[in-house]
């Protein structure tokens, strides 16, 4: 069976809602570039399976010299860069069509932040798991969090780093929703056993937090080629101090944040959660001056 495997990433496409308000603050395009190349283009270069494109979609309005340093990078062919102000299903499809050439038997897509890594087999593990032309949606459950030099191991089963399967007649993509939400639109696959992606939580993040309890890197620096470098070996009583008592406070927090979501995407439905998102962001960001 051949597989079309596409990684999708949204650089600085326009976005409506608390995105936005993130994306026009002074110096973001600068330091989300800088990560984008120490952690995002590294691990996907690194990728022991390369049997894939990559689309990396950007502002029309993106300034000059954001255009000159992708062309550079991806001059080597790692990635396509296209440059639009939005991207309906139809457009989105077409890309896909014309980058990867269609002639597999399943259209396989995955959905990577620019900010963030990719253990060096997450591409082949996802492509392993696709059976057949079934529309289905694959998750790689197991992941890391690093944020100020402390790594943490999560298990998130509607994770960002999602993936959908499908036939090449009327495809569906890993943008078809939310990532946390494609469950409900077809079959879900969770791929367990070794982490399989890397999120860097820093202060351009619109949402991440961190989750999981903290771990040392040693144990994965062999699949993590970037993200671990600057992470320290914590004391064994750090660990069981994470474990005991911080770990279960940030479980208790994510759960009544995860109640206070469940409640507003009932009674607003996505616009309203969206709105609800960018009246904090926009608060915060008043108090803050």
């Known amino acids: ?34 990560l984008f190349e120490r952690y995002c283009f590294r691990s996907v270069e690194q990728q022991s399976e390369q049997g894939f494109q990559w689309i990396i979609y950007l502002d029309t309005q993106s300034p000059q010299w954001l255009r000159d340093r992708i062309g550079e990078l991806g001059s080597g062919g790692l990635f396509t860069a296209i440059y639009r102000d939005e991207v309906p299903q139809d457009v989105l499809i077409a890309d896909i069509r014309r980058v990867s050439g269609a002639a597999g038997d399943v259209l396989l897509t995955t959905n990577l932040d620019n900010d963030d890594g990719l253990a060096v087999d997450f591409v082949h593990r996802v492509q392993s798991a696709v059976k057949d032309q079934r529309r289905v949606a694959l998750y790689l459950g197991n992941g890391l969090i690093q944020q100020g030099g402390r790594l943490y191991l999560r298990r998130d089963p509607k994770n960002a780093f999602c993936s959908v399967s499908d036939s090449w007649q009327d495809p569906s993509t890993c943008w078809v929703d939310w990532h946390t939400k494609l469950g409900e639109l077809m079959p879900v696959v969770e791929i367990l056993g070794s982490p399989g992606w890397l999120q860097m939580i820093h202060t351009g993040n619109v949402s991440n937090r961190v989750r999981g309890y903290r771990v040392a890197p040693g144990r994965y620096k062999e699949i993590f080629k970037v993200g671990l470098d600057e992470v320290g070996e914590p004391a064994a009583l750090k660990l069981l101090l994470d474990g005991c008592v911080l770990a279960p406070g940030r479980a208790a927090r994510d759960a ?5 979501k469940a409640l507003i995407l009932g009674v607003a439905g996505k616009s309203g959660l969206d709105a609800f998102k960018s009246f904090i962001a926009g608060d915060a960001s008043t108090r803050a001056h």
């Open 1 to 34: 069976m051949r597989i079309d495997h596409v990684l999708l990433t949204r650089f600085n496409l326009p976005t409506p809602g608390v995105e936005s308000l993130v994306r026009a603050q002074e110096g973001w395009l600068i330091d989300r570039m800088a």
């Open 256 to 260: 009544l944040r995860r109640a206070g």
